[in-house]
């Protein structure tokens, strides 16, 4: 199945900004965070179809998940 990823901030250093991935049936957000050798604790904001999920949640063919980084300001 076709995941779309999109990375944000840090996360892109080294990578990519946007990516159309093939995943087996069942994968989930962590799985996919791992398998792009990004340390689970450097994702700290995820949304699936724009709305916010969890790192542990299934995810379905043609979904884009975007993944941000731990947020800072003042």
Do not use: C, W, Y
Request: charged share 25%; aromatic share 6%.
């Amino acid at each position: 199945m076709r995941i779309t990823i999109k990375l944000f901030a840090t996360l892109r250093t080294g990578r990519f900004d946007i990516e159309t991935l093939e995943f087996s049936p069942g994968v989930t957000i962590d799985q996919v965070i791992k398998e792009l050798g990004i340390p689970e604790k450097e994702v700290t904001l995820i949304f699936v179809n724009g709305h916010h999920a969890d790192i542990h949640d299934t995810l379905s063919d043609g979904d884009t998940i975007d993944l941000f980084p731990p947020v800072g300001g003042g």
